[in-house]
């Protein structure tokens, strides 16, 4: 018998047995990935036949089901850290993380206050610490928490700069964001109860960046209406584009009108780490408030989103529900409870996975990865640039590059390229030899790379493109 009756547990040997093989499967998933299809399509009817039963009462044998998992689930999902997933933000994240965080899960840490996990609060503040000095924030008077992901960190980015700059009576302020900003800023306000009318949605220029004029005419018309700008968030490295605000100006601007920055750098903040990080998101150090995203481009496994703040105190004053109860002292070194510094209570250990993985592998091992990814957009641009097959919609920009297929020699009509680029796409994906979907640009569907995979050679773009001309020519 390998069940222990009423208590969830396995025998030793058998709990043994069983951890040996779940982490053979994920060293051996990490050796074989690259070997692997990225896509995984399957419809709601295929899963309901593997899937659906009732509840069972009755025990099965544990290495029945984790076979049956191993075989059935690990399979039927996109490999987000696939070599050739360019779609979306891909997932590269790394082995020691991906141990970490089991081990996170394993020893079930409450990641919440100090008094229950020391050592877990302190990773989290010496790793938030490593964070802020590498994005240039004070410090020891910034903060800040790990959170789910970006959206999360947006939301508590949006609670905070509400408190802070508005108090209790929120119902003239206005918030800022442009068309390109990241579409989990539009739910947090959503969520956060603010009106429509309290929403302004800034066009962006021809590089796809905040339109600075527009902006300064938004706010100063809310003014003359008795509106209450509060909070405006700029993008470091937009989701389409990869295209960085202007945040010198931008900074300026909040500066002179009490507004509070909030930057999303979800996908984008880990450039800071470049060679030329500093010119590439110059001004990002002026923000009040910064949302990174370690599970995109700092190659951490989900779920880690992160957000940084100038003072840490503002979301102590903010999330801190019986400020009497704690007896922490002031400053980024006391003992922190981290539930009083964003939403909740319960939190796993999330800072685990980004400290070992650092530690093990150092920072510079990151910088040269983020480099590369960098060095291998520009590369393929240039290679596409040179094919009289390509246009190149938006150039590579932290990493993203936009594209379609576009024969000099052809002439087409808009519409015919729309159609055409949706169904390379298409094409791609039912091969499952890659990951590439479309985006929209300027009312264009383009082919969109994003390439922050170290993973990713220059012959995987290449074969990749070879896929879609062989489709082209089918679709033409
Ligand atoms: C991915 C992304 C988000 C959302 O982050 P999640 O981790 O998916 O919640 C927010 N903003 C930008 C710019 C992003 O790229």
Not at 357 to 373: Q, V
């Amino acid at each position: 018998m390998i069940h222990k009756n009423g208590t969830l547990e396995l025998t030793n040997e058998a709990m043994e047995k069983y951890g040996e093989k779940v982490i053979k499967a994920i060293s051996t998933h990490y050796q074989q990935l690259n070997n692997k299809k990225p896509v995984a399509i399957s419809s709601r009817e295929e899963m309901d036949k593997l899937f659906l039963e009732e509840v069972p009462e009755k025990p099965s044998n544990p290495f029945d089901v984790l076979d049956f998992v191993l075989d059935n689930v690990m399979t039927q999902s996109t490999i987000v850290a696939h070599p050739k997933s360019f779609s979306f933000v891909p997932g590269p994240s790394n082995f020691i993380g991906a141990m970490g965080d089991s081990l996170a899960s394993g020893f079930n840490i409450f990641s919440g206050g100090w008094a229950a996990s020391p050592a877990a609060a302190e990773l989290e503040i010496v790793t938030m610490n490593w964070l802020l000095k590498i994005f240039g924030f004070p410090v020891v008077k910034g903060g800040g928490i790990f959170t789910s992901g970006g959206s999360m960190a947006n939301l508590t980015a949006i609670v905070t700069a509400r408190r802070i700059k508005c108090g209790d009576d929120f119902s003239k302020a206005v918030i800022y964001l442009s068309d390109q900003a990241h579409s989990s800023n539009i739910k947090a306000i959503r969520i956060l109860g603010f009106r429509k009318e309290q929403i302004r949605i800034i066009p962006t220029d021809q590089e796809f960046k905040f339109g600075i004029n527009k902006l300064k005419n938004a706010i100063a018309k809310d003014r003359l209406e008795g509106w209450q700008p509060f909070c405006l968030i700029a993008t470091a490295g937009t989701t389409n584009t990869g295209t960085v605000d202007p945040f010198v100006s931008i900074a300026k601007i909040c500066k002179q009108e009490d507004i509070w920055f909030h930057i999303d750098g979800a996908y984008g903040g880990a450039a800071i780490l470049a060679k030329n990080g500093k010119e590439l998101l110059k001004g990002i150090n002026k923000a009040d408030s910064l949302t990174v995203d370690p599970h995109k481009w700092f190659y951490q496994p989900y779920e880690i989103g992160c957000l940084l703040v100038r003072n840490h105190k503002w979301l102590k004053n903010t999330f801190t529900e019986k400020p009497e109860y704690l007896r922490d002292v002031e400053g980024n070194t006391s003992e922190i409870n981290f539930y009083d510094h964003g939403m909740e209570l319960t939190r796993r250990f999330r800072a685990l996975k980004f400290y070992m993985s650092i530690k093990t592998f150092g920072l510079n091992e990151f910088r040269k990865a983020i480099n590369y990814n960098i060095a291998l957009a520009e590369k393929t641009e240039a290679f596409l640039r040179k094919s009289p097959n390509w246009e190149i919609i938006s150039p590579a920009t932290l990493a993203v590059i936009n594209f379609r297929y576009n024969p000099i020699n052809k002439r087409l009509t808009e519409k015919k390229l729309d159609a055409l680029n949706q169904y390379i796409s298409k094409e791609v994906v039912v091969s499952r030899e890659a990951l590439l979907v479309t985006t929209i640009l300027n009312g264009q569907v383009v082919l969109r790379m994003c390439l922050i995979n170290p993973r990713t050679t220059f012959k995987d773009v290449e074969d990749t493109i070879n896929l879609c001309e062989k489709f082209a020519l089918e679709g033409l």
